[in-house]
């Protein structure tokens, strides 16, 4: 169940980093960076940003499309690029060699360090992304280095298994094998990382530990933040009834929308549901809304033309719903706590790990029907009370605003990684 106050969900900002005794120079790894790349590339230049404001001198080895691609300011910062290559595009030509695309950039990569950065006790290695707990980086020897955060191995709760694709069953099935076989191949997670950020909490964790990471290296923070205009959006404040909901992103069997709209059938009839995205499960989800009789309640309303319109939207509906079955964090739903939307989401994967019994609701993923009816209780139930809506909202916004700014998010990495300036010599990196 929800415990009641999860890592992050208290309402205390982390140390901040100009508390913390910076190393001079922090080299990150990151195949991709940038605004324009999806998630994994935005926590890298959100961070990247926050090191140079700080004072910190930063290198980048990254990608040469990602170089290409880039869509921001990246003032003080320098790059080393690992460069396109026929191998690289070898391997993305043959789907089932994709995977060693990644191994190629962290050989590349090491390449590049090796040639450019010193090896010197002011400096850190930051290996930022990808965030798979299994994957070997192939660390370059006598540098500190700090990887994460991690995530991943999440997969379907028990109740949904039969739901899974081939290839998250094999995910699943092949997972331990692969972790411990690499973990004694490539001992580099035990052996050469000072401090491994995990994001995936216990069951990253338990990854972890199949490959021999020692406990005292492990630190759980949060994954992501929420970028400043969302943050400085006005909370939404929740009056009188309000049957409306909402659910967004790609529609994909994950997601598990289609949960949501069975719920809609079974919530109070007032009750109305507005889905935006699109994907490959939409049609069957169209047909599955038909079948409910539900036309006149569920509509589908496709991508819109920008977040911040998605974003303004919200300020129409009750709350969101987030029935996802195998999402590692969840950053969806860290906007919408920060903007003050209710969130209705499944006590499992990422998003058990963002809030608390007081600023979400929480269903347990037992079995479809215990969902569905879950769901749907608590759609009627925030549809009908506005007290208890604004009271999630009000909660959830603290949280947001104390754990999932940008600035609170790297504070929290770099508060893991070096001691405060008052400990100087006493936690020094080893």
Not at 310 to 328: Q, V
Request: positive net charge.
């Amino acid at each position: 169940m929800p415990k009641d106050a999860p890592p992050h969900s208290d309402v205390s900002a982390p140390r901040p980093a100009e508390a913390l005794e910076l190393p001079d120079h922090i080299v990150l790894v990151a195949k991709h960076i940038g605004i324009n790349s999806g998630g994994e590339a935005i926590k890298a230049h959100q961070f990247a940003r926050l090191l140079v404001e700080n004072g910190v001198k930063v290198t980048v080895v990254t990608h040469e499309r990602t170089v290409k691609g880039l869509g921001a300011d990246q003032t003080g910062q320098t790059f080393h690029v690992v460069e396109d290559d026929g191998l690289q595009r070898f391997f993305w030509r043959v789907k089932p060699l994709r995977g060693l695309l990644d191994i190629h950039f962290h050989l590349m990569a090491r390449r590049l360090i090796r040639r450019h950065v010193a090896r010197d006790p002011k400096t850190t290695l930051h290996y930022i992304g990808p965030v798979s707990p299994v994957m070997p980086r192939f660390f370059p020897k006598g540098y500190d280095i700090v990887l994460g955060p991690l995530t991943g191995n999440i997969f379907y709760p028990p109740a949904f298994r039969e739901r899974m694709s081939p290839e998250f069953r094999n995910g699943e099935r092949f997972h331990a094998v692969a972790q411990k076989i690499l973990g004694r191949i490539f001992p580099e997670k035990r052996n050469r990382a000072r401090v491994v950020l995990v994001s995936g909490y216990e069951r990253t964790r338990a990854s972890l530990r199949m490959a021999r990471v020692r406990e005292e290296q492990m630190v759980d923070v949060v994954d992501s933040g929420v970028a400043d205009r969302i943050r400085n959006r006005p909370r939404i404040e929740h009056r009188g009834p309000n049957p409306r909901f909402v659910c967004s992103g790609r529609m994909v069997d994950h997601k598990g929308v289609d949960l949501a709209i069975r719920a809609v059938a079974r919530a109070d009839p007032k009750v109305t549901l507005d889905v935006f995205g699109d994907g490959e499960k939409r049609a069957e989800w169209e047909a599955l809304s038909r079948e409910l009789g539900l036309e006149g309640r569920v509509t589908f309303k496709g991508w819109v033309a920008s977040h911040d319109d998605l974003l303004d939207a919200f300020e129409n509906y009750r709350g969101y719903l987030f029935p996802t079955l195998a999402e590692a964090n969840g950053i969806v739903m860290q906007e919408a706590m920060m903007v003050g939307m209710p969130v209705i989401t499944l006590n499992w994967g990422g998003p058990s790990m963002l809030a608390d019994k007081d600023s979400a609701v929480y269903v347990e993923p037992l079995s479809q029907d215990h969902v569905l009816d879950g769901l749907a209780a608590a759609m009627t139930r925030l549809a009908e009370d506005p007290d208890h809506a604004e009271a999630i909202s009000k909660r959830a916004r603290r949280i947001a605003e104390a754990r999932f700014s940008w600035e609170a998010v790297a504070d929290s990495w770099l508060g893991a990684c070096f001691p405060p300036k008052s400990e100087k010599g006493a936690s020094g990196r080893a």
